[in-house]
């Protein structure tokens, strides 16, 4: 059994950046691969970034490459999401979770401990 909190969320102007953070309990962390997703109202959940349960690969949606930065501190339990130029497409909840089962990292029915999310509000 995996608990995930995530956190680091609010409100930003566009151009600015954020910083969420997903804690996670349980000593088998650094086994998991992780994902950050994120679901906008009234839209499906999507894929954001992944990164291997070493943090020596990561992947991200287009939309966010470049921009986004997915990184994880295993002595501390610990994944990132470092968020730059943020955009006001960018406003949704944002979940970590993990990924023990094999398959395309970009489905989200791979994953299956997630957090509560935390919301990010671009303001334009």
């Known amino acids: 059994q995996v608990q995930l909190v995530e956190s680091g969320g609010g409100l930003v102007q566009a151009g600015g950046s954020l910083r969420l953070s997903c804690a996670a309990s349980g000593r088998t962390f650094s086994t998991y691969a992780m994902g950050w997703f994120r679901q906008a109202p009234g839209k499906e959940r999507e894929f954001v970034a992944h990164?291997?349960?070493?943090?020596?690969?990561?992947v991200y949606a287009d939309s966010v490459k470049g921009r986004f930065t997915i990184s994880r501190d295993n002595a501390k339990n610990t994944v990132y999401l470092q968020m730059n130029s943020l955009k006001p497409e960018d406003t949704a909840v944002y979940y970590c979770?993990?990924?023990?089962?094999?398959?395309?990292?970009?489905?989200?029915?791979?994953?299956?401990?997630w957090g509560q999310g935390t919301q990010v509000t671009v303001s334009s």
């Open positions: 990164i291997t349960w070493s943090g020596g690969s990561t």
């Open positions: 979770a993990t990924k023990s089962r094999a398959g395309p990292y970009y489905s989200g029915s791979m994953y299956d401990y």
